[in-house]
C-alpha cells in the first residue's frame, strides 16, 4: 500500500459508485433505464421542456427514495478523512445527499443536487425538500423551478474551481467512478499533470483507469477506511 502524509493535498472524486452499498443503484445497474424512465425524457433540458410534470415526477421520486437510505462506511470514512488531514477537497458526482449526512463539509456537487430546485426565470437557487409533484413556483418571481441537475449536454458546476484544486493536490482519489470516461479521466490527466498520485477504489477490474498508481479492486465500503489507517502525521 501507500502512506498519505497529513499534511498533503489531496482531492476525492466520488461516483454513483459510493452509493451503492447504501441502496442507491448505480446508472449501469439500470441497464440505461431509470426505474423505466428514459433518460431523454427525464435528464436533458429539452425533455423538461417538453413535458415537466413528468420530470418533477420522476425526481420527486429520487427525493423521496433519499428518506429511505443511510450513509454507509464509505461516506464516514471520507468524512474522518477530511478531519485527518490539512488540505482536503471532495468533489461528487452524486445527486444525492449522504456525504453531508456522513458529515462531510464544503464538498462540491458538480453534477447537482436532488434536494435543491433552480427558478427558470430568475436563476435563484434554493434548498427544498418539500412533496414537488405539482409544477413547483419560484417564491420570489413565480417562475417555473426545475431541478438544480446537470443534465445530459449541460456544463457541470464550477470546473474552474475544480482543475485549480486538481492542478495543485499531491493525491488523487477516485472512488466509485468508471476511471475511463468523462470527467475522471480528464481529472486523472490533470492531477498526474501537477505530479500527483493517483488511487482508484471500483470493484470492476474493467473500470481501472490506464493510468492509476494504484488500484483497489475492492467495494468503496471495504476499502475506504483502509485508507485512513495509511494516514501518517
Ligand atoms: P459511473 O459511471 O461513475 O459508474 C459507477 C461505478 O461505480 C462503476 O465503475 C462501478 O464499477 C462502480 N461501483 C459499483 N459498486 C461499487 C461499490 N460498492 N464500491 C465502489 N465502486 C462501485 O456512474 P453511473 O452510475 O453511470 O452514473 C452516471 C451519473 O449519473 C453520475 O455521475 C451521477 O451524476 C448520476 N447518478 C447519481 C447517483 C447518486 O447520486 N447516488 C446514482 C446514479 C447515477
Ligand atoms: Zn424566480
Request: with cysteine.
Amino acid at each position: 500500500m501507500f502512506n498519505i502524509h497529513s499534511s498533503e493535498k489531496v482531492f476525492v472524486l466520488t461516483g454513483a459508485g459510493i452509493s451503492a452499498e447504501s441502496g442507491i443503484r448505480t446508472f449501469r445497474d439500470t441497464g440505461g433505464l431509470w426505474e423505466n424512465f428514459r433518460v431523454e425524457d427525464v435528464a436533458t433540458p429539452e425533455g423538461f421542456e417538453r413535458d415537466p410534470v413528468l420530470v418533477w415526477k420522476f425526481y420527486n421520486q429520487r427525493r423521496s427514495d433519499l428518506k429511505k437510505v443511510e450513509p454507509n462506511p464509505a461516506h464516514y470514512a471520507l468524512a474522518e478523512l477530511q478531519k485527518r488531514v490539512l488540505d482536503f477537497f471532495l468533489v461528487t458526482q452524486n445527486v444525492d445527499n449522504l456525504h453531508e449526512r456522513a458529515g462531510s463539509e464544503n464538498l462540491l456537487h458538480m453534477h447537482g443536487e436532488l434536494l435543491k430546485v433552480r427558478c427558470l426565470e430568475c436563476g435563484k437557487v434554493c434548498h427544498d425538500d418539500r412533496d414537488l409533484s405539482q409544477e413547483p413556483r419560484c417564491s420570489a418571481c413565480n417562475g417555473l423551478l426545475r431541478p438544480h441537475i446537470v443534465w445530459f449536454g449541460e456544463v457541470p458546476f464550477e470546473m474552474d474551481r475544480i482543475m485549480d484544486k486538481l492542478s495543485r493536490c499531491d493525491w488523487f482519489i477516485g472512488i466509485g467512478t468508471s476511471g475511463a470516461v468523462y470527467p475522471a479521466a480528464q481529472f486523472i490527466s490533470a492531477a498526474r499533470h501537477s505530479g500527483a498520485k493517483t488511487v482508484f477504489i471500483n470493484p470492476d477490474p474493467g473500470s481501472r483507469p490506464r493510468y492509476a498508481d494504484y488500484f483497489i479492486e475492492e467495494k468503496a465500503g471495504t476499502a475506504v477506511p483502509k485508507i485512513l489507517e495509511q494516514i501518517i502525521s
